[in-house]
């Protein structure tokens, strides 16, 4: 069975642009979470999705957002990118929402903003 | 802000146990201890997770301990590939809302 599928892996964009970010959970996986991780704050929650509705989400800015479609792939988008938005972007998918015990994580997307 | 927290590094030699500690003295009733753990350049790995009993799995072993305001996972034989930044966090099981933050974690280096 394939693993948590991202796309791109790697993305450099400057600042005030946006960016889309793509997620394929494992098949017959419907949860999918988002997280930012960063040196200097660690892995932080952005946002899960379930059945195409956002079930979570972080303390994070309303240019942080997210979407899911039938096929549980989902996608984040970042709008009015800034500095320090540069982060590897993880993606998590599980069978039920919440079931961080079965939640499996992708490659993740490393973002630059310069 | 984490609420856990946890120590920066840690050292381990190879085939002795390794024990991480973490303190959570703000966790709730409700809230379970996770254990993830991340091999550069790969995403978070579950490990194990408890609410008040000790628990193990094939991978390791959770002591909670009674008032439940901090934990220990231990890796019984650490070995090389156990080399990996470790995170502790307290989540609930269903929480609308619940801010999940991992922290910094630790980074643990197993020495040959």
């Known amino acids: 069975k394939a693993g948590v599928t991202q796309t791109p892996r790697y993305l450099i964009k400057t600042r005030g642009q946006q960016v889309t970010l793509s997620c394929s959970p494992i098949?017959?996986?419907?949860?999918v979470s988002w997280y930012q991780q960063t040196p200097g704050q660690g892995l932080q929650f952005l946002f899960e999705?379930?059945?195409?509705?956002?079930?979570n989400k972080g303390n994070f800015p309303g240019r942080f957002s997210g979407r899911q479609f039938s096929n549980s792939r989902s996608e984040m988008n970042v709008s009015t990118l800034e500095l320090g938005d540069s982060a590897l972007y993880l993606c998590?998918?599980?069978?039920?929402?919440?079931?961080?015990?079965?939640?499996?994580f992708g490659p993740g997307t490393r973002l630059t903003v310069l | 802000d984490a609420k856990t927290t946890q120590p920066p590094s840690m050292d381990c030699a190879e085939g002795r146990a390794a024990n991480l500690p973490c303190n959570h003295s703000?966790?709730?009733?409700?809230?379970?201890v996770y254990w993830y753990r991340q091999i550069h350049s790969q995403g978070p790995q579950y490990i194990i997770h408890?609410?008040?009993n000790n628990e193990t799995n094939e991978m390791a072993s959770l002591i909670i301990t009674e008032d439940r305001k901090s934990s220990t996972l231990i890796l019984p034989h650490a070995t090389l590939r156990d080399t990996a930044v470790y995170y502790c966090?307290?989540?609930?099981?269903?929480?609308?809302?619940?801010?999940?933050?991992f922290g910094k974690g630790t980074r643990l280096h197993i020495l040959p």
């Open positions: 998590a998918s599980s069978l039920v929402p919440s079931s961080y015990n079965e939640q499996f």
């Open positions: 098949s017959g996986h419907r949860s």
């Open positions: 999705y379930f059945s195409e509705t956002q079930r």
């Open positions: 703000t966790i709730s009733g409700n809230e379970y």
């Open positions: 408890g609410l008040k």
């Open positions: 966090i307290v989540r609930g099981r269903e929480n609308r809302d619940d801010k999940i933050i």
